[in-house]
């Protein structure tokens, strides 16, 4: 057993505030938190001298549940440094992909890669995440686009957990966007792609969930729901990028097949938002492509409010549309750009999170949730979102492994 003392919690126990502990004590057993209270309240301290409980003096750090990336695409080869330039001299993100550029360039430099290139090069993606107090992180297919390198990258994501003390949750994303050699043939591509490849990765023990990427540039809600009868044939969930550049109803369906998740949703409305509270899907918020593309238009947060939509925050750190590994900065970038509060953000970096994902057992500190904290120099958790390009990690935890 060990008992962390010293320390100020924010436990995020409740959904309406931040459940702060002045004082505090944190006990773990094993990768367990068995107990969270006050210092005067702690059943635990007075047997400390027995040789089998640790004690641990935080030294007044403000400790969080660790951080949770819920949405990236960390694994890929190759940048797009150079589109970025061109997108700065006048070409849009759109045309550029229809051009033959966008996703389908980070899809050739990932086909060529090998699986050690696909692994070091996400390792430096997610070592900054790591430095930040991050523990758990989504990683997408979704850059192979035929089954083998579809598979690939799902392998190289599983492998990163053997790298470093991360929990990944892998997520297929064979409809992110149509291969060069099914030009004009989306549906073939549906049928002779992307089904048998889930299936394989499914067969292999690759997929935690399904995802799809609705929009003008990739897939119509109808061939999305084609992918989607698949993954509920196999007995997996799914999440959808949706009403990210448009409205052309993605979040509508992905409600109906009970979405963890509806990610971007900058054009969705507050129909969408009534939909998604119906079916228990979080709205996770991707400030940092919404900043790349310098997108105007802004997520409804105020509907996902007002209908209790929980809403979590993540890096979608990819080459193309949000080049971003920090998720302190995306953080930041939610409250000053789309008005989240603090807290909503920090609830949707942990406990909202790790909804968007279907764990069930972390984000927050309470008894029974796996022992995944961070350890902050800070004085109130306000902080995390209100500094730029500043990150006052101390330590982090996983699985209660001190
Ligand atoms: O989440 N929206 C679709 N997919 C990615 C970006 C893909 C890319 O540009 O490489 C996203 O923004
Ligand atoms: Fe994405």
Request: proline share 4%.
């Amino acid at each position: 057993m060990d008992i962390i003392h010293n320390a100020t919690l924010v436990t995020l126990d409740t959904d309406d505030d931040y459940g702060i502990i002045a004082d505090a004590v944190l006990v773990i057993k094993g990768q367990h938190i068995e107990w969270v209270g006050t210092r005067q309240d702690c059943p635990f301290l007075k047997h400390d001298t027995d040789s089998a409980v640790k004690t641990h003096d935080a030294q007044g750090a403000l400790i969080t549940p660790a951080l949770i990336d819920c949405h990236t695409h960390i694994v890929h080869g190759g940048d797009r440094a150079i589109e970025f330039e061109m997108r700065l001299n006048g070409a849009g993100y759109e045309e550029l992909a229809r051009a033959g550029g966008g996703i389908n360039s980070t899809v050739r430099a990932t086909r060529a890669a090998s699986l050690e290139a696909l692994i070091d090069s996400a390792l430096v993606r997610l070592d900054h995440l790591i430095a930040e107090g991050v523990s758990v992180v989504e990683v997408k297919s979704g850059y192979g686009l035929d089954t083998e390198t579809e598979c690939q990258m799902l392998r190289a994501a599983r492998a990163l957990e053997s790298k470093r003390d991360i929990k990944i949750r892998t997520t297929f994303l064979g409809a992110h966007a149509l291969p060069d050699e099914y030009r004009d043939r989306p549906d073939a591509y549906i049928d002779s792609v992307v089904i048998p490849a889930l299936e394989k990765a499914h067969t292999e023990g690759l997929v935690d969930a399904v995802d799809g990427f609705c929009e003008g540039i990739a897939f119509t809600p109808a061939q999305i729901e084609r992918v989607f009868k698949k993954a509920k044939d196999l007995g997996l969930p799914v999440k959808l990028h949706a009403e990210q550049l448009s409205h052309l109803g993605g979040t509508k369906l992905a409600a109906t097949y009970q979405a963890m998740s509806v990610d971007h949703l900058e054009y969705a409305d507050a129909n969408d938002a009534k939909a998604m509270a119906e079916a228990g899907s979080v709205a996770v918020i991707l400030p940092g492509a919404y900043y790349t593309l310098r997108e105007t238009q802004q997520p409804p947060i105020e509907a996902f409010r007002k209908y209790r939509v929980p809403m979590a925050v993540s890096t979608d750190c990819n080459p193309g549309s949000s080049p971003m590994t920090s998720l302190l900065l995306a953080m930041n970038m939610s409250a000053t750009m789309f008005r989240m509060t603090p807290e909503e953000i920090l609830r949707g970096v942990t406990h909202h999170a790790a909804k968007a994902l279907g764990l069930t057992d972390r984000g927050r500190l309470a008894k029974g949730y796996v022992a995944d904290l961070a350890f902050w120099q800070i004085q109130h958790p306000a902080e995390l979102s209100y500094r730029i390009g500043f990150n006052p990690l101390i330590r982090r935890v996983v699985g209660g492994k001190l």
